[in-house]
């Protein structure tokens, strides 16, 4: 009978798996528009390419001006979406945002900031374009999808713009 020899605990903490991180992605994304029509397997698969980050209340995810290098998944906590100091939006788990990166790379408009501490992945562009490569059939539902998502922030900003707009009689 072969002796298993222990593993280094270096190695072991290294490589050990982030407690179901990913099953809590997949469970979001799985909510949300953008994987709206997808499989819960295909949704698993893409949830396990994402990139799982931490933050504390007060820290910054990123700056207006960043480049946009992907999308956000909140998965707990909840992000202020700010601009020159004024709070645009408050995301809460399940939301997705920055998803205009997707489609680009054009810097960030607004500053997201951890209101508490929260969990959240990250959809990167790259990654992505790597799977609609890979996935074209996919890829369609996804793209559309995405654009739903865009059109429907356009139309919520322009509802916004609307409603301040309509008691001001400018020149």
Known sequence: MTEKKPVSALWHNY??????????????????LLFKGLSPTVIRWFASKMH?????????????????AG????????????????????????????????VDGQARTADAVAIEPCKLVFLLRTDLDDWINSQP???GKLLKNLGAMLARRLLECNKSMAKKTSGDISK
């Open 15 to 32: 490589f050990k798996q982030q407690g179901g991180w990913i099953e809590d992605a997949a469970k979001k994304c799985e909510e949300n």
């Open 137 to 139: 059939k996919h890829a």
């Open 71 to 102: 999308a956000i998944l909140l998965r707990t906590g909840s992000i202020a979406i700010r601009s020159k100091g004024v709070d645009l939006a408050v995301i809460k788990p399940g939301d997705m945002f920055g998803e205009v990166a997707l």
């Open 52 to 68: 799982p980050r931490e933050y504390r209340a007060g820290e910054n995810i990123f700056h207006a001006g960043d480049e946009g």
